[in-house]
C-alpha cells in the first residue's frame, strides 16, 4: 500500500492526527516549563548557595550553569541535552535530574493510575445503578441525596481531602499510616484523596447518560421482552454509556495528575510532586522543568490512550474526523 493509500485510511489518518497533537503539545509544555520558572522572583544560585554567599562565588557558579547566558542560548542548550538523554542536575543537591525521575516517577504513577481505575471501577457501576434507581422520576429521596452529596464532594478540594482523610482515618481512627510509603495500606489514603472528587463527578456524568440510554426505545424493548435485569443493563445499557464515561475521564485525567503534587505533600510521598514542590520553593530549575515535563508527557499520553479506546469502542469516531 503507498504512502497517501496508506494516509487515506481512516486509522492512519486518525492515529497520525493524534500523534500530530501529542508532538505538539509536547512541544509547548516543554517551552513552557522552561520559561515559567524562570519568572518567578530570585536567584536559584544565591538561594543554593545561601545568602551569605560572596558575589564572585555566585556568578562563578551562574556563569559554570549557563544562567548568565541569554534566555535562547539557554533553551538551545536544554534542548540538546534533552536530545541526549540529560535532564541536567540539581542545583541544590548536585544530583542528576534523570535520577531523581527514575526513582519517583514510579510512585507517582501508582497513586494516580490506582487513583483513575478505582475511579472507573466505582464510577460505572455505580452511576449506572444510580440510574436504574430514579429512572422516571422514582426515588426522589434517594435522587436527591445522590446529587448533594456528589456534588459536595466533587467541591471540595485535592489537598482539604487529603488533610481531612488524615485528621479522621490516620490520626483519629488509626487505621492508615499518617505518611510515607511503608505498605500496602499506606496507599489507602493518597488514592482515596485523589479519587474521590473525580469519582463523584463521574458518577453524575455516567448516570445522566445512562438516564438518556434507559429511555431509549431498544431498552425498553428488551424490558417488555422480561429479559433479567443483569442482561437489559449490563449487555445493553452499560456498553452504551462507557463511550461518554470515557470521555469525561480523560477530561479528568489533567485534573487527578496535577492533584498529585499536593497530595504527595500531604502524605510525604515519595513522587515527583513532591519533588517538583519542593524545588519550585528552592527555584531548582532543571528539576522542576524535568518534573513538569515528565508529568505533561505522561498526560498526554495517557490522553491519546484514551482516544484510541474512544476510537475502538466507536471507530465510527475516526471516520467522522476525515
Sequence with gaps: MSSPQLMRHPWAAFLGRRTLRLLVSLAVVLTASFSMIRLVPG?????????????????????????????????RHYLCGLLHGDLGTSLVTGTPVAELVRTRLP?????AGLAFLATLA??????????????????????????????????????VLAAGLTALLAVGLRLFPVAGAAGVESFVLPVLALSLAPTAILLRIVRVEALKVLNEDYLRTA???????????????APNTATAALTVAGSLLPALIAGTVLVEKVFAWPGIGSAMAQSVIAQDYPVVQAMVLVLGTTLLLAGLVVDVLLAVLDPRSAIREM
Design 122 to 159: 466505582v464510577a460505572l457501576p455505580g452511576g449506572l445503578l444510580a440510574a436504574v434507581r430514579t429512572r422516571d422520576g422514582r426515588r426522589p429521596r434517594t435522587d436527591l441525596a445522590f446529587t448533594a452529596v456528589t456534588a459536595g464532594v466533587a467541591a471540595v478540594p485535592d489537598f
Design 107 to 111: 510512585a507517582t504513577l501508582e497513586i
Design 223 to 237: 424490558r417488555s421482552k422480561r429479559l433479567s435485569p443483569a442482561r437489559c443493563y449490563l449487555r445493553h445499557a
Design 43 to 75: 536567584d536559584p544560585v544565591r538561594a543554593a548557595l545561601g545568602v551569605d554567599a560572596a558575589p564572585d562565588l555566585v556568578a562563578a557558579r551562574r556563569h559554570t550553569l549557563g544562567l548568565d547566558a541569554p534566555f535562547l542560548s539557554q533553551y
